[in-house]
T-cell receptor, first 115, second 114 residues
Framework: GESVGLHLPTLSVQEGDNSIINCAYS??????FIWYKQESGKGPQFIID?????DKRQGQRVTVLLNKTVKHLSLQIAATQPGDSAVYFC??????????????FGSGTQLTVLP | DAGVIQSPRHEVTEMGQEVTLRCKPI?????LFWYRQTMMRGLELLIY????????DSGMPEDRFSAKMPNASFSTLKIQPSEPRDSAVYFC????????????FGAGTRLSVL
């Protein structure tokens, strides 16, 4: 079946370094992808998104890269800070019945920022 | 904007009891989603509503689960009778129709069924 999954379950980086979180997807028909951040005890928080007709999108300290050839998505966080420690999910968004976009979440990557 | 509000934040109950989880979506949003999160299965969509009408409930695990949305500002997810395997964090999310339809999540309800 179709699925969205993450390559690495945990990632530890030094404060100030850049972080790269990877995600693989299998549904070639997916046209929209979202990265969410989930801090302990909180709900997922939208970070950044990208449409399938783009290969890169930048936000504040974050960049998402999309490689449709190999069905790969990555989230890059520049100058990682302690507040970036969280679980990061990629999600595949697709139109469904009722015209809503349903999300299929990957398993998540725990990012730990070391002092 | 207060965001999506869920209550209670924590619920501990005994097997067989009825549990009701509540959600207030972001004002003006016309889609509402209920998710369940566990370590084993991650985030799973249970059901979603559009303009208070249930559209897709294929993720609801069993008949013990039911969800309602009596008006645009309130939804409930009920489990009766509850079982230990229902223990999870339940999230509500809402979104606005059109365009990216980005979902915004509440803080969740942590349910423990003993």
């Amino acid at each position: 079946g179709e699925s969205v999954g993450l390559h690495l379950p945990t990632l530890s980086v030094q404060e100030g370094d850049n972080s790269i979180i990877n995600c693989a997807y299998s549904n070639s028909a997916s046209d929209y992808f979202i990265w969410y951040k989930q801090e302990s005890g909180k709900g997922p928080q939208f970070i950044i998104d990208i449409r399938s007709n783009m290969d890169k999108r930048q936000g504040q300290r974050v960049t998402v890269l999309l490689n449709k050839t190999v069905k790969h998505l990555s989230l890059q966080i520049a100058a990682t800070q302690p507040g970036d420690s969280a679980v990061y999910f990629c999600a595949e968004s697709r139109l469904s019945s009722g015209s809503a976009r349903q999300l299929t979440f990957g398993s998540g990557t725990q990012l730990t920022v070391l002092p | 904007d207060a965001g999506v509000i869920q209550s209670p934040r924590h619920e501990v109950t005994e097997m067989g009891q009825e549990v009701t989880l509540r959600c207030k979506p972001i004002s003006g949003h016309d889609y509402l989603f209920w998710y369940r999160q566990t370590m084993m299965r991650g985030l799973e969509l249970l059901i979603y509503f559009n303009n208070n009408v249930p559209i897709d409930d294929s993720g609801m695990p069993e008949d013990r689960f039911s969800a309602k949305m009596p008006n645009a500002s309130f939804s409930t997810l009920k489990i009766q009778p509850s079982e230990p395997r229902d223990s999870a964090v339940y999230f509500c999310a809402s979104s606005l129709a059109g365009g990216k339809n980005i979902q915004y999540f509440g803080a969740g309800t942590r349910l423990s069924v003993l």
